[in-house]
């Protein structure tokens, strides 16, 4: 089976950012490997040895997220041109990713209804992630 699943990059917070998004998001983070940790540990510059090599947060239904720190020695431009988009069951469970994501961060489309989910709204994250939150998905 085929699946599509983001693979975030940060620029050496990748661990603070999995952490949050695994309480926001009612996660599991199953591997948060830095380069030290990892089996390529005696190949790694001691200075990018504490950088997150691979994350991966298992979402409640099964979805995942997978993230890790740019290589330092590469300039890290942000998150541009996706967002990354959750659907939840009802709006209430929405409206709390929603808030929980908000934190700290920039809402750019408060929740208000929507023609594809009864509520939906988007935000980008304190660690520059855009994200789109739909509640109760309405079929088009």
Same mark, same amino acid.
Request: glycine share 10%.
């Given at each position: 089976? @085929?699946?599509?699943?983001?693979?975030? #990059? &940060?620029?050496?917070?990748?661990?603070?950012?999995?952490?949050?998004?695994?309480?926001?998001?009612?996660?599991? /983070?199953?591997?948060?490997? $830095?380069? +030290?940790?990892?089996?390529?540990?005696?190949?790694?510059?001691?200075?990018?040895? =504490?950088?997150?090599? =691979? #994350?991966? /947060? *298992?979402? !409640?239904?099964?979805?995942?997220?997978? +993230?890790?720190? +740019?290589? %330092? =020695?590469?300039?890290?431009?942000?998150?541009?041109?996706? $967002?990354?988009?959750?659907?939840?069951? @009802?709006? %209430?469970?929405?409206?709390?990713? &929603?808030? %929980?994501? #908000? +934190?700290?961060?920039? *809402? @750019?489309?408060?929740?208000? $209804? #929507? &023609?594809?989910?009864?509520?939906?709204?988007? /935000?980008?994250?304190?660690?520059? @992630? !855009?994200?789109?939150?739909?509640?109760?998905?309405?079929?088009?």
């Amino acid at each position: 089976m @085929t699946q599509a699943i983001a693979y975030l #990059a &940060f620029n050496g917070n990748c661990a603070e950012a999995m952490r949050f998004y695994e309480q926001a998001l009612g996660g599991k /983070l199953e591997v948060l490997m $830095s380069g +030290a940790e990892s089996p390529i540990a005696a190949q790694m510059p001691k200075e990018f040895a =504490h950088r997150i090599l =691979h #994350a991966r /947060l *298992v979402l !409640p239904g099964g979805g995942m997220l997978y +993230a890790g720190d +740019a290589p %330092a =020695h590469v300039p890290y431009e942000g998150i541009k041109g996706v $967002s990354i988009a959750v659907d939840y069951d @009802t709006v %209430a469970a929405a409206e709390k990713v &929603f808030a %929980a994501l #908000a +934190a700290g961060g920039q *809402v @750019t489309m408060p929740m208000q $209804s #929507a &023609f594809w989910a009864k509520r939906w709204g988007m /935000l980008v994250d304190k660690f520059g @992630t !855009p994200w789109i939150v739909n509640g109760e998905p309405i079929p088009v």
